[in-house]
């Protein structure tokens, strides 16, 4: 059944339907022994259901409607099996035992209300081979050992503790554990550390790499990031639209792309644009700047933020420590930090969503929290926010042309007829259709949505932009479109921009200059080229490392 | 997700209207169909009740009782007093819509805006939510027996007690909702573009928790006919001989099995009401639900 010996996993003309609409079509590709195999694809590329297929768990309506999935046999123990068409029960043996899963979000993926060893433990008695009662100080031990191999520091203390104890990261350790409990030939890692920071992601990658290499297990690798995919594996396979696009190795995908969409997403992917040093959106030296315009149009000056620690009476945390950076008019400030380093607390001071405890940030001169009446209305109008999650921040229940009109209803603008207008006029500044004016959000996809909260923050011609990582929900493809259309609205309308972000390939894409946070605390402030190129701060070198496909910049 | 299937364009720059969307998706439900029917016909029955009635709700015909349904002249037969069943059905119908309808406008109209209050406010929460957990733990009956003794038994009554008893529930459902909806995104939007609070209640949250609100609506009414029928057996709501299904659920119940029929039919009736109000809810909240994209 095997074509060769060698393979651990041979995919052959897979279709996968969902009721009756095929979503991946006829697929095929094989994984050798020991080797490192990523897919890479978008959202809705099919990725997620060739591993569904495999593991057959697919959700929902999904069938496998045509072709097979051989499993090689194991060198110590199973069968060959063609697991498209395999029995339950048979699938379940292989499950866990033969083929690991790493699944994507180390938040939901662990029980809160059950204690990480016990969880582990559990992988471990589901997956025993020996027959009779569990040893349970065997067991245990057997926990313990997994965990501080998954790299959990003081195991055996930590075994006792609840997922909420623990951090992302060490939460996807311990999924890690899980997965190896079994001691599986083939694991399959999807997308494992995209909910994680990225010096986190590397620490955890470089941990789960040498973990696989020392057991010789194969690695499937499911990402969204090419520049991770290049780093990580011995070969890439391409998807789009439930197909395999390209197959090479990550210096065949990277450098010589034979295919048009292979060659749009090595373009896009920021990491690797980045590490390449090309495709900059932004004029790193903005033209000639206007003499008027050279004034900071925000200015930070010594800001501090603590947080009262809940149930600690007296004690709190210094969120935001002593910021200070100013931001040219017409250009575009990048402030780069992990989760925790307080970049989103500065922005929601800025917006006067929050009270700094000490010292000012000021648009203009003026400061939202200090302003109040009509002062602080014309205020509010030079500044404007664009957040994150284009899914949560545009209300479901309204209409595209009601959602753009609410921030001129709000301020009272204009009659109706005018507003409708202008509504038109924003559609076809942030290139979309006039004909969405009457749908709502979920009809629009993910950079449909962000194009219309774009067109919302810009209805009332502010003149600062607050947008809080507003591309990393996105695509990479679409992030690009993204990025590209906030370079082009800077042009034509003279725009700054506060880019908050925890990417610092996208700052090398957008940014003029850059501030560096951790913890709170500036760790260095300066140009983009400045910063990426003569990083003087440890951290930064740290970060600028943790990109994804640095290897490829020479 | 195609183009094609927008509204024409109406607005003057080319914007469409949004006009129809609600009733379009109204008519796109089966169910929903179905249950707007059953409630017409409900409505109707109980609006026409004088013209549809063979006889006078409350006239007796000594000599026929007890007779079957499908007799000479007595269509769903008679009662223990010879009482018409069908005349009775018919106003019964009319008084329980009554109170159904008035109880459950009772608990939206109050229970909304203290929910919305309570979920935007802390310094309101407080108060409110306490006053929700005293209203719970008072037995609905003792203030259905104190108004009684107030003002005497009636309708009106009955139904201002069975709302009362459901403010609570209906005060703690939005009370979540908004709990849930002012985290969200959209509403920090709105606060960076200084919305006021009430703009931010009325236009994001209000909207937001309307499907939550008729289902709730929908819980409530069956549970007021129910409660109305309660009501008048303990003679605290509507005073016999007028007719209500509760009171003719109760009164059958003496001579269930020498004439069955006469339970039978205020049961499928109560039934009928319960059914329309459900499934018409139910087709509401889908076409107010705007992240439901199983329509069209």
Partial sequence: MLQDAENILEVTDLEVGFGGTPVLHRISFSMRRGERVAIVGQSGSGKSTAIGAILRLLPGSGRITQGSIVLGGGTTRGEVEDLATASEPVMRAIRGERIGLVPQDPMSNLNP??????????????????????????????????????????????????????????????????????????????????????????????????????????????????GLAADRTDRIIV??????????????????????????????????????????????????????????????????????????????????????????????????????????????????????????????????????????????????????????????????????????????????????DRVAE???????????????????????????????????????????????????????????????LQDRLGLTYLFITHDLSVVRQIAHSVVVMRSGIVEENGTVDEVFNHPTADYTRELLGAIPGAAFAA | MAVETLTPAEGGAGLGSGRGRILSSLRHNPLGIAGGIMLLVVVLAALLAPILAPYPPTEVHFDTPFQRPLTEGFPLGTDDLGRDVLSRLLFGIQTSLQVGVLSVLLAVVIGTPLGLLAGYSRGFDAVISRLTDVTLAFPFLIIAVGLAAISGPSLGNAAIALGIAQIPTMIRVVRGETLRIKESDFVLGARTMDASPAWIMLRHVLPNATSAIIVQATVIMPVAVIGEALLSFLGLGIQPPTPSLGIMLSDAQQYIFRAPSAAIFPGLAIAAICLAFNLFGDALRDAFDPTDTTRK
């Fill in chain 1, 239 to 420: 998807m789009s639209e439930g197909r395999i696009v390209e197959v090479g190795t990550p210096r065949e995908i990277l450098l010589d792309p034979q295919q048009e969409y292979t060659r749009q997403l090595v373009a896009a992917a920021p990491s690797v644009a980045a590490a390449l040093g090309a495709g900059t959106l932004a004029d790193p030296t903005p033209g000639v700047p206007a003499p008027a315009a050279a004034r900071s149009i925000l200015v930070v000056e010594n800001l501090v933020k603590e947080f009262a620690l809940r149930g600690q009476r007296g004690s709190s945390i210094r969120a935001v420590d002593n910021v200070s950076f100013e931001v040219e008019r017409g250009t575009t400030m990048a402030v780069v930090g992990e989760s925790g380093s307080g970049k989103t607390t500065v922005a929601r001071i800025i917006l006067g969503l929050e009270t700094a405890s000490s010292g000012r940030a000021l648009i203009d001169g003026e400061s939202l929290t200090t302003t109040r009446g009509a002062q602080r209305r014309a205020l509010r109008r030079k500044v404007q926010p664009v957040f994150q999650d284009p899914y949560g921040s545009l209300d479901p229940t309204y209409s595209i042309e009601r959602l753009i009109d609410e921030p001129l209803r709000i301020f009272g603008v204009g009659s109706r007829s005018s507003r409708q």
């Fill in chain 1, 426 to 488: 924003l559609l076809d500044q942030v290139a979309l259709p006039r004909t969405v004016a009457q749908r709502r959000p979920n009809e629009l996809s993910g950079g449909q949505r962000q194009r219309v909260a774009i067109a919302r923050a810009l209805a009332l011609e502010p003149e600062l932009l607050i947008c809080d990582e507003a591309v990393s929900a996105l695509d990479v493809l679409v992030q690009d479109q993204i990025l590209t259309l906030l370079a082009d």
């Fill in chain 1, 113 to 226: 209300a059950m204690r990480i060893g016990a969880q582990v433990a559990d992988a471990l008695v589901a997956n025993r081979t020996t027959e009779g009662k569990p040893d349970r100080a065997q067991i245990r031990s057997q926990a313990v050992a997994l965990l501080a191999e998954a790299g959990i520091p003081d195991a055996e203390r930590r075994y006792g503790q609840y997922p909420h104890e623990f951090s992302g990261g060490m939460r996807q350790r311990v999924l890690i554990a899980i997965a190896l409990a079994g001691k599986p030939e083939l694991l399959i890692a999807d997308e494992p550390t995209s909910a994680l920071d990225v010096t986190v992601q590397r620490q955890i990658l470089n941990h789960l790499q040498s973990l696989v290499d020392a057991r010789g297990t194969s690695l499937l690798f499911v990402t969204h990031d090419l």
